[in-house]
Nanobody
Framework: QVQLVESGGGLVQAGGSLRLSCGLSGRTFSTFSTYGMGWIRQAPGKERELVASISPGGGWTFAADSVKGRFTISRDNAKNTVYLQMMSLKPEDTAVYFC????????????????WGQGTQVTVSS
């Protein structure tokens, strides 16, 4: 069973930065490099939004227009970890952020991800 565990959320003032981390473990521990990874956020009353995704090898990334230029996704396959560096945070970035994975290539819509972490809260104060 694939398990994803996020960390790094918290409360930050507008304009600040946070880095989220997500580790993958479970029976596929040795094959992290075959998973496309994504970060998806859910704010109260809003639809889920995929903010960033990255291919298994890390050579392709996607960022939603709402975060482009501010958020950067990266991965370290040797550490089975994916990161989301968030800069110039805005109050509208407040949401629960979920780390997600899917076997094969990365995708740009939330419904295409098979495995989800428990989520980590990011709150940006104005």
């Amino acid at each position: 069973q694939v398990q994803l565990v996020e960390s790094g959320g918290g409360l930050v003032q507008a304009g600040g930065s946070l880095r989220l981390s997500c580790g993958l473990s479970g029976r596929t521990f040795s094959t992290f490099s075959t998973y496309g990874m994504g970060w998806i956020r859910q704010a109260p009353g809003k639809e889920r939004e995929l903010v960033a995704s990255i291919s298994p090898g890390g050579g392709w990334t996607f960022a939603a227009d709402s975060v482009k230029g501010r958020f950067t996704i990266s991965r370290d396959n040797a550490k089975n970890t994916v990161y989301l560096q968030m800069m110039s945070l805005k109050p509208e970035d407040t949401a629960v952020y979920f780390c997600t994975a899917r076997e094969g290539g990365a995708r740009t819509t939330p419904n295409e991800y098979d495995y989800w972490g428990q989520g980590t809260q990011v709150t940006v104060s104005s």
